[in-house]
């Protein structure tokens, strides 16, 4: 009796535990998580250059995920304001947007693919010019980008790029 008694109870808990939506894979997990993109690459670093003809240029490489990597994301970069660089570092001097463009910054994740670059190419000629007139004492020139999205989290502690731009003068060959 006591064996059937205890079957039966067995059974009714595990009835009741794969009808009830509370641990259905959609509600283990908070919305917040179901779709992420963060950036993969460096966050920070510097950047040297001797002459206008240098290529400087980088990728800024966007991953998604998630607990549903099927559903589609959008995601771009933009320019994080000189207060919050400021905020960072008193020294930083934002590059202005003559100096650089962002190629490829939108992004759009399908589900196809989970990774996927944004290309920072540089106008030699106005960073150059930019750093030169320039005449802050400890000024760190940098570009500072932050990943932004409309329809996925953008995991925090992976959202913002601050690179160093170094200009060192070109050494003359005796």
């Avoid at 994080?80 to 190629?103: F, H, R």
């Amino acid at each position: 009796m006591i064996m059937l008694l205890s079957g039966v109870v067995t059974a009714s808990f595990a009835a009741v535990s794969c009808s009830d939506t509370e641990y259905d894979f959609a509600n283990l997990f908070p919305e917040e998580y179901h779709n992420i993109v963060a950036i993969a690459s460096d966050m920070t670093g510097e950047i040297v250059f001797r002459d206008c003809t240098d290529n400087i240029d980088f990728d800024v490489e966007v991953i998604k995920g998630g607990g549903y990597p099927d559903k589609s994301s959008e995601a771009h970069l933009e320019a994080i304001p000189q207060d919050d660089l400021t905020s960072t570092n008193p020294n930083y001097v934002a590059l202005p947007d003559n100096c650089y463009t962002l190629e490829g910054n939108s992004l759009t994740f399908d589900g196809t693919k989970a990774k996927k670059s944004i290309r920072v190419k540089f106008a030699m000629e106005a960073l150059r010019d930019f750093i030169a007139a320039n005449t802050l004492e400890n000024a760190e020139f940098v570009i500072g980008l932050t990943l932004v999205s409309g329809n996925a989290t953008v995991n925090s502690d992976r959202s913002r790029i601050v690179r160093t731009i170094v200009y060192m003068e070109p050494e003359e060959i005796n």
